[in-house]
């Protein structure tokens, strides 16, 4: 996958040596001194929150779904397929066949 070459990682302290050295665009003096309505004021006047509302009231955690254990046969064209893909390929082909099933329970006479 070639946009894996574009991923750096850094230790939490190397990022605070960068921040020292290079310094940030933020100005968390200034935010730490905002009330909540300055706060969201400048948040709806950035346009690439212009319309966005999000109701954090009705935000739920969902624990993900204990997965089955599998053993089955499948075209090797299609195995092959999905590990060029790389890492997370399982979980690929589990997000194609969980589409498939809602796709028919939708159609579902």
């Known amino acids: 996958m070639a946009r894996k070459g574009l991923i750096v990682k850094y230790t939490e302290s190397e990022l605070t040596k960068l921040n020292e050295q290079e310094g940030t665009c933020s100005d968390w003096d200034k935010a730490a001194c905002m009330t909540t309505a300055e706060i969201e004021a400048h948040v709806a006047s950035d346009a690439d929150e212009d ?8 935000a739920t955690i969902e624990p993900p779904q204990a997965k089955a254990v599998l053993n089955m046969r499948i ?30 329970e939708q159609h579902r006479p």
Request: zero cysteines; a positive charge.
């Open 75 to 104: 075209d090797q064209e299609v195995l092959d397929y999905f590990r060029k893909t790389g890492k997370g390929y399982q979980s690929r082909i589990n997000a194609v066949l969980r589409s498939y099933v809602e796709q028919r």
């Open 51 to 58: 319309g966005m509302v999000i109701d954090w009231g009705n």
